[in-house]
């Protein structure tokens, strides 16, 4: 590309473009190959620019200058479909350069990245340059796609206000010892409740506490429980339980079902799967 008379400076570099040369920096300095370098238009591709216009090279041309690359031959006199050489830094001219320079498979790669990128920023990316966008406390370096990104933020040194101020007082709940010992009776009787109930056993509480009866138990397997006259409470832990009740006025519970006694006296058969059977008078127990 061929221009006239003095060229005009180049344009101050944004932050994004600043970070798409470095990025393409670092990689073209990866490379071990010989044989590979961008055309103008993938270099100038990977900064947005769709057609190598003098516009478009020198803001390429800009940002690579910033991050220490050079290009032969210079952006401005390539012409279009021309292979250029990217010379990162640290690298000297000659075969060397090449050497490290020519392997561009992962530039490739950044380059296509870069070009992704600047598609959705925009060609003109808006921001300001690389030396006014720094913001006055922290430091920022460029992110581009498969760079790293340092952030060093401000401490924050706004004073909370009274108003901002969240009560969390949490409210504590005490138990007394009282407490602790319903709670562990209740469980103790809910395991036992549990044991009973898995070896198929039932209980029956027999309460003559208002007026005294006659009473006879025994298991139906001809152990005698109890005979005689009842005149408080007892409870009776079986397999299998059989009653003769004198007094109807008798309160009988069932695993703390209460049982009707229809009248004086009353028998019962009580097993957990049958549940409570009437019995005739003549075999009740001690009949």
Known sequence: ??????RPPDPEVPLVDAGIAAEIARAAARGRGADRSPTLEQLLAAFGEREPTEAARRRVRAALQVSGMGVKPDLLDAEPGQRLLLLPP????????????GGLLALAAVLAIAVGAAALIGSGSGGGSAGDDLPATGTTTARVPGASTTTTAAPDTTASTPAETTDTTATTTTTTPADDAAAQRAARRRRQ????????????RVDASRV?????????????????TLDGVKVFTERRVRLNIGLASTRVTVDGNALVL????????????????????????CA
């Open 262 to 285: 229809a009248g004086s006296p009353a028998g019962f058969d009580i097993t957990r799967r049958g549940g409570a059977r009437e019995l005739p008078l003549g075999q009740r127990p």
């Open 212 to 228: 005294p009866t006659f009473l006879c138990v025994d298991d139906g397997a001809g152990t005698e429980l109890f005979n005689g």
């Open 90 to 101: 640290g690298v000297p001219s000659g075969r060397s350069r090449g050497r490290a320079l």
């Open 1 to 6: 590309m061929e221009s006239s008379g003095q």
């Open 193 to 204: 409740a549990a044991a009973e109930q898995a070896q198929g056993l039932v209980t029956v």
